[in-house]
């Protein structure tokens, strides 16, 4: 124990257990994603790989999520986002490289779904990039962060509804001029996916710049 835990004891986000930020009772009880859905149309496929009749010239290649956005995993996914607590961060990365598919593609790149740098300021951090740099070096991929960034500030995506969401999201994300990603294989990376937009909206820009492969990796969809 050190000194943090005598000022905040850890509690279990699912059941306020004291001990541990997830309890053993409260991980057995988390809803694992067992139909995979294409990233495009929502419908299910094979290991969340985009249906071939789905695929654009810039589209998304799959998406992989770990558990349905509910309960002790949602709860610790708001903790993170609005209360910093990095050993939270730790053991959600944990839980996606526990399950990281060997379905998934040989990524070069991790690149954490950008959070506008206004938005960065106030909250001080971006979950997605804590998640990336810790999933990159568990796994050994290279996490590059400078890439893709967002344009514009747009409106907090929760407070919308989906059509707004949609156009929300229309060509706010780019990528430095100069990059090169020919035949490179990424990853984006998010805590949690809802209506997949923001997934397929980054992977345009990296396709438009070579890239060969992109998927959408979350912890949860919901
Ligand atoms: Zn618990
Ligand atoms: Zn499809």
């Not at 004891?9 to 699912?14: E, K, M, N």
């Not at 999520?65 to 939270?88: E, N």
């Not at 730790?90 to 526990?98: A, G, N």
């Not at 996490?143 to 156009?167: G, H, M, P, S, Y």
Request: glycine share 6%; hydrophobic share 40%.
């Amino acid at each position: 124990m050190n000194f943090l835990d005598l000022i905040f004891p850890r509690r279990c986000v699912g059941c306020n257990k004291l001990g541990a930020y997830l309890c053993l009772p409260c991980i057995n009880k988390i809803e694992y994603i067992e139909k995979p859905i294409c990233p495009v149309c929502g419908k299910r496929a094979i290991d969340g790989a985009t249906h071939p009749h789905c695929q654009g010239k810039y589209s998304l290649d799959g998406l992989f999520a770990v558990a349905h956005f509910r309960g002790v995993v949602k709860d610790a996914i708001h903790l993170i986002k609005y209360r910093f607590v990095s050993d939270l961060i730790e053991s959600m990365s944990d839980l996606l490289i526990s399950n990281w598919s060997k379905t998934l593609p040989e990524f070069d790149y991790l690149i954490p779904v950008p959070l506008h740098s206004q938005r960065l300021k106030s909250r001080g951090f971006n979950q997605s990039s804590l998640l990336s740099h810790y999933i990159g070096k568990k796994l050994d991929i290279a996490v590059k962060e400078k890439i893709l960034f967002r344009k514009i500030n747009t409106t907090a995506q929760a407070d919308l509804k989906l059509k707004e969401r949609l156009k929300n999201l229309e060509d706010v994300f780019m990528i430095r001029d100069e990059t090169d990603l020919s035949g490179r294989k990424i990853a984006l990376i998010d805590d949690v996916t809802t209506t997949r937009s923001t997934f397929l909206e980054c992977a345009k820009p990296l396709k438009q710049h070579g890239a060969e492969i992109v998927w959408g990796i979350a912890i949860a969809h919901g």
